[in-house]
Nanobody, 124 residues
Framework: QVRLVESGGGLVQPGGSLRLSCSAS????????IGWFRQVPGKKREGVSC????????YYADSVKGRFTMSRDNAYNTAWLQMNNLKPEDTAVYYC?????????????????WGPGTQVTVSS
């Protein structure tokens, strides 16, 4: 059974940084893309970033480009999201997820496995 667990969330001041981790078990992460999403209560889940496993292509939402960096280490079945220059609008629950294959899908519905999420709060 696939299990994803996020960690690293917390409270940070605007302009600060956090590094989220996603630990995967029950699958060989090298065979799958992996993505980060975020959601604010009452709003639609938003795709933040994704790395394919086929060619290492990395995608970012426009709202985080230049501030967030996603990476992965297949040897450790782990992915990370380095978040710098955080803004209050980055406040959300952050989820990692894997799709059914090696490429990054365009829609959240094509991600089959999800972690429980970790809260990120950006506030002074």
């Amino acid at each position: 059974q696939v299990r994803l667990v996020e960690s690293g969330g917390g409270l940070v001041q605007p302009g600060g940084s956090l590094r989220l981790s996603c630990s995967a078990s029950g699958l060989t992460l090298a065979n799958y893309a992996i993505g980060w999403f975020r959601q604010v209560p009452g709003k639609k889940r938003e795709g933040v970033s994704c790395i394919s496993s086929s060619d290492g292509s990395t995608y970012y939402a426009d709202s985080v480009k230049g501030r967030f960096t996603m990476s992965r280490d297949n040897a450790y079945n782990t992915a990370w999201l380095q978040m710098n220059n955080l803004k209050p609008e980055d406040t959300a629950v952050y989820y990692c997820a894997t799709p059914y294959g090696a490429n990054c899908p365009n829609q959240a519905i094509d991600f089959g496995s999800w972690g429980p999420g970790t809260q990120v709060t950006v506030s002074s």
